[in-house]
């Protein structure tokens, strides 16, 4: 269980502040709720059912991992899915996972191609642009604060392994 004032990661929001932990009635039935925000968005109230909470929040990630995860962009992503429909539901059922490593994983194969399309005069496709840019928001700010740097410090780091290793 999280406590007030915990900082965690929020699958779809990134990294947030735990501002209560409250019991809350609805329809006569009473749940403990966790109250948070995101970072990015101090205006922004969530309240998630404490009982649902391990489906989409974690603790933050250590420095050891982040490193780690900044270090997988050597090696090449997932497999890339020619398919626009089939590829955006494979890659989206990933990231709601959670799961650090593959979310990493599809982070790198779209960066990948990104830059390969921009290489032949070509841009990312929409949806892959949109999952992409939601990826880095969330798990790139992550990797910032559990470093101690920021955003456009992880961003370049990750940006680097991926142009060396080109694939």
């Not at 779209?110 to 880095?136: A, F």
């Not at 969330?138 to 910032?144: G, I, K, L, P, V």
Request: charged residues 25%.
């Amino acid at each position: 269980m999280f406590d007030k004032g915990d900082l965690i990661s929020y699958s779809v929001h990134g990294v947030c502040r735990i501002d209560e932990v409250c019991v809350k009635s609805l329809a006569g039935v009473s749940k403990t709720y966790y109250e948070l925000h995101p970072l990015s968005n101090e205006t922004l109230k969530i309240s998630i059912p404490v009982d649902r909470a391990p489906l989409q929040l974690q603790k933050l990630m250590g420095p050891e991992e982040a490193m780690a995860l900044i270090d997988s962009f050597m090696a090449p992503g997932i497999p890339w899915i020619d398919n626009n429909h089939e590829r955006h539901h494979n890659y989206s059922a990933i990231v709601k996972t959670g799961d650090r490593e593959g979310i990493a994983k599809v982070a790198n194969t779209l960066m990948r191609r990104k830059q390969w399309s921009e290489q032949n005069h070509k841009k990312l496709g929409n949806q892959d642009n949109q999952l992409l840019l939601g990826i880095q928001n969330t798990s790139f700010n992550e990797m910032a604060i559990v470093l101690k740097t920021t955003y456009d410090d992880v961003l370049q780091a990750v940006q680097e392994k991926v142009a060396v290793n080109q694939s």
